[in-house]
């Protein structure tokens, strides 16, 4: 009895090219939109932390309005972002939500969505002084009210300016970065400010940013450096000069004379006499004495 042939799926590159060409087919996308940029900041912090997913970045349209877009598998995506929206619903922020499976390739191209932008944003901008410290965000509607905002929260406390940001619609963002509870202080004191001089719109303090966030960040240059400095773990050693002999004076050669003839007289050589080996006294000869029976 014959047996029918076996059909092998052969190794072809056209098989393998589709797979190949779509390697961000498998991962979903999310995005999350407010109208308030501490809101997206918040948006997008809460997101990185409740699932496992990567931040591309935050896209601003105008008005106010901001988008946070997330990217990695499925149930993470979706997971981020229904909890991104209900930290926006908590900020009275939130405009709209997505989630979209699988991509078509075509959207990578056009859209601002590709993973990889994070890492070219990072690349450029450099290392940042102010990284692994807590951040607040205020912001205020006009261009005056955020400037004496950030005056007062830099006299209240210990916090460094680390940049500031506009969306429109005369929403400005100051960024402050610090220690937590100095950022605490800095944005209290700030809040009361921005009410004095102009409108405040919203505040946001986050104790610890992830990586994915800390990269999209806007950061002044004055606080970039090229790369990231290594930890000192020793003192700079300091250089040692080596001490340089010090100069004798020259002593004078002074002659001395004298005479030959009296030193050997006065030395005499005295010879020890040989001692002769001193003799044992030899005792007497025992003589032998024979008893017969």
Same mark, same amino acid.
């Given at each position: 009895m014959s047996q029918p042939p076996i059909h092998r799926a052969s190794s072809t590159p056209s098989l393998r090219q589709p797979r190949e060409r779509f390697k961000y087919q498998d991962t979903a996308l999310g995005? !999350?939109?407010?109208?308030?940029?501490?809101?997206?900041?918040?948006?997008?912090?809460m997101m990185l932390k409740s699932a496992d997913v990567t931040l591309v970045g935050y896209e601003k349209i105008g008005s106010g309005y901001c988008t946070a877009i997330v990217r990695g598998r499925y149930p993470?995506?979706?997971?981020? !972002?229904?909890?991104?929206a209900k930290t926006a619903e908590q900020f009275g922020q939130l405009v709209s939500k997505l989630v979209i499976p699988r991509p078509m390739p075509n959207l990578e191209v056009v859209f601002p969505l590709g993973s990889r932008l994070a890492e070219l944003c990072q690349e450029q901008r450099g290392y940042s002084r102010l990284s692994n410290r807590a951040i607040g965000l205020l912001e205020t509607r006009g261009f005056p009210a955020m400037v004496g905002a950030s005056d007062a929260m830099l006299k209240s406390a210990d916090v460094q300016l680390a940049a500031y940001e506009t969306i429109g619609d005369g929403l400005c963002t100051a960024i402050v970065r610090g220690t937590v509870a100095n950022v605490a202080v800095a944005i209290e004191a700030g809040m009361h400010e921005a009410e004095r001089i102009g409108e405040l719109h919203a505040v946001m303090v986050i104790p610890r940013l992830l990586e994915d966030l800390e990269n999209v960040l806007p950061v002044a240059s004055y606080w970039l450096d090229e790369q990231e400095p290594l930890p000192v773990l020793v003192s700079n050693p300091v250089e040692e000069k080596q001490a340089e002999p010090l100069k004798l004076p020259e002593l004078e050669k002074v002659p001395v004379e004298f005479d030959r003839a009296e030193e050997a007289e006065e030395i005499e050589i005295r010879p020890e006499p040989i001692r002769e080996p001193r003799q044992l006294p030899q005792s007497p000869p025992q003589e032998e004495s024979f008893e017969l029976d």
């Open positions: 995005l !999350v939109s407010t109208r308030s940029f501490p809101a997206i900041v918040g948006t997008a912090d993470d995506v979706r997971l981020a !972002v229904e909890e991104g």
